[in-house]
């Protein structure tokens, strides 16, 4: 029941909005990422991996780790889950290395984290740049989890000069958030629900680079494949041939 939901009292947290993307359903996306998490070893262990298409969330988000602590991330599905436009075969780009923001040294991105994007923005321009956050989750990723209750009103977003502004999240699917008040979140103030909560871990958020043009035909089989049973010890090797 609704009641038994915790609410989110934190001081500052990352809210990542998400749906249908690139030809995928955010069902489909939620299942690739959590075979992505429990296929993460060693030092990656539970380690999973979100795209970011936005500088300016990026930009707010490590000023929300390094000012105020942030630490969590929550995953909150879109109303409209309409189904995506398929769009064409060779639409798609599956990003290799990475870099700290402001950094200089390019990484290979770990073996097992498979990052995708449309090859064009919105705007029907060429992507040149894209993002992630880091996170690690204990628990498996699923919509409909209900993780947390959560109260927009206690909190403003964080701009990349490091300056709350108005309350609203507006457009952007990605948004740094901080608590402007300091009072108990009661359960009747809360406007929303979260599906999945996850730790952002190092390097936190990173700018990705040396992207791979792909057949979008190359995710739709693995997103068939996992739905067909599709185990996570087949899943690295996978990924491994989507980004040779």
Known sequence: ??????????????LMEFGPESGETAKEIVAR??????????????EFWWGV????????????????GGSTVLFSAIKDQKAPNKGSAADALVWRKYRMLGGDILQDIPKHVLITA?????????????FALVCNSNVPLKIGGRA???????????????????????????????????????GAECDSVIDFAADLCK??????????????????????????????????????????
């Open 33 to 46: 990422k959590d075979l992505e998490r429990r296929a993460g070893a060693g030092a990656h262990k539970i």
């Open 148 to 186: 947390f209750r959560f109260s927009n009103s206690h909190y403003k977003i964080l701009g990349r000069d490091g300056k709350l502004g108005k309350a609203a999240r507006g457009q952007r699917t990605t948004t740094a958030l901080v608590r402007w008040t300091s009072s108990t979140i009661s």
């Open 118 to 130: 449309a090859a064009t923005t919105k705007r029907g321009t060429a992507r040149t740049k894209h």
């Open 203 to 244: 390097p936190y958020c990173v700018e990705l680079f040396d992207p791979k043009p792909i057949q979008r035909a190359a995710i739709l089989t693995l997103n068939q494949q996992i739905a067909n049973g599709f185990g996570f010890r087949q899943w690295t090797p996978a990924v491994t041939t989507i980004r040779r």
């Open 53 to 68: 298409g936005e500088k300016g969330s990026a930009q707010s988000i490590q000023t929300l780790i390094s000012q105020h």
């Open 1 to 14: 029941m609704i009641r038994r939901i915790p609410v989110f009292q934190q001081a500052a947290v990352c």
